[in-house]
Nanobody, 118 residues
Framework: QVQLVESGGGLVQAGGSLRLSCAAS????????MGWYRRAPGKQRELVAT???????KYADFVKGRFTISRDNAKNTVYLQMNSLKPEDTAVYYC????????????WGQGTQVTVSS
């Protein structure tokens, strides 16, 4: 009974900021690491950032120093603070478990569109 709902995307100018939220149903927050993924037009899905159940963070090189992932297990919510946005950050952003278990593949939400103009 897991449902993931992403929100917070939008259209911003280069250098701007957005804060994405991922609200979850079910019990995955207490037992799984979570991550933000993104997929840009014509490109494969890529993992942007990861946060463990204990709060340890990891980031892809292309967002290090600009993005911050956090989680609130009490609220069943994962966040992605995105600063210093670049046009190449334009993509649909999704949250899901890390790693992507077989069950996780049925959890994908609609994603939230982030568009960064130059």
């Amino acid at each position: 009974q897991v449902q993931l709902v992403e929100s917070g995307g939008g259209l911003v100018q280069a250098g701007g900021s957005l804060r994405l939220s991922c609200a979850a149903s079910g019990s995955i927050f207490s037992i799984n690491d979570m991550g933000w993924y993104r997929r840009a037009p014509g490109k494969q899905r890529e993992l942007v950032a990861t946060i463990t159940s204990g709060g340890s963070e990891k980031y892809a090189d292309f967002v290090k120093g600009r993005f911050t992932i956090s989680r609130d297990n009490a609220k069943n919510t994962v966040y992605l603070q995105m600063n210093s946005l670049k046009p190449e950050d334009t993509a649909v952003y999704y949250c899901n478990t890390v790693p992507l278990w077989a069950e996780s593949r049925s959890y994908w939400g609609q994603g939230t569109q982030v568009t960064v103009s130059s």
